[in-house]
């Protein structure tokens, strides 16, 4: 049965069904139209952004009348907030929802409810096997878009981080992860690090294609790729 996972946990967990696999729409790059008086045509500007995704199941259930309330507020509940947003049929694949809104829920008689709840989703499709950490010898190759990737240092003292010649300094203490999505550093008790590395965070992007990546001697190096794609 073709089921739908929002932050781990599957509509049918909660007695739902997902009455039609939704449309997934190709995310749109951003872009400006400039028009120069005196020039036939117009000029297209774009800085390689794309705009957010909806996603819309239609979603429904069957429950006793006495029962209705209880789901209902179970399911608002379940679908709130921001997380992973998995489909049964493409597992290995996730999307990052960053809001949810149910709408109303038609109630055509006293025992079922239908809902089509809106995703709105980062715009691109998240590989499941680039959240997990990996050597950089085993990264050398990006098959995806670009990557906003997750490096974890483990070592003492000051290290030079080189991605496709692109370097970024780091003072660590025992260990330190940067985060180039959020752009921030932190140790792994949580405590911010930012002042302890030079740099700009979007050099250590990895590129689609071949990629080099190389650390310090002394310093052992972990990577969370964070694959993607459009």
Excluded: H
Aim: glycine share 8%; net charge negative.
């Amino acid at each position: 049965m073709f089921d739908l996972d929002f932050k781990g946990e599957k509509a049918s967990d909660y007695g739902i069904k997902v009455a039609y696999r939704p449309n997934i729409p190709a995310p749109e790059k951003n872009f400006e139209i400039i028009t120069i008086p005196g020039r036939d045509g117009s000029l297209i500007v774009s800085d390689n952004t794309y705009s957010d995704i909806q996603i819309e199941p239609e979603m429904n259930f069957i429950i006793s009348p006495e029962s209705w309330g209880v789901k209902f507020r179970q399911i608002k509940q379940w679908l709130q907030g921001s997380g992973k947003l998995k489909f049964s049929d493409d597992a290995s694949v996730f999307y990052k929802c960053k809001n949810v809104n149910i709408g109303v829920v038609e109630r055509r008689i006293k025992e079922s409810g239908e809902f089509t709840p809106v995703f709105l989703c980062d715009p691109f499709t998240y590989i499941e096997s680039g959240t997990l950490e990996y050597n950089a010898q085993d990264l050398k190759l990006n098959p995806y878009d670009i990557s906003k990737p997750v490096y974890k240092i483990t070592g003492e003292g000051v290290c030079t981080l080189t991605v496709n010649g692109n370097e970024m300094t780091a003072n660590v203490g025992q260990n330190l992860t940067i985060d180039t999505d959020l752009m921030i550093a932190y140790r792994e008790d949580g405590i911010l690090q930012n002042t302890a590395v030079t740099g700009e965070y979007e050099n250590m992007y990895l590129k689609a294609g071949e990629n080099e990546i190389n650390i310090s001697n002394g310093f052992e190096l972990k990577i969370i790729p964070n694959w993607r794609c459009l």
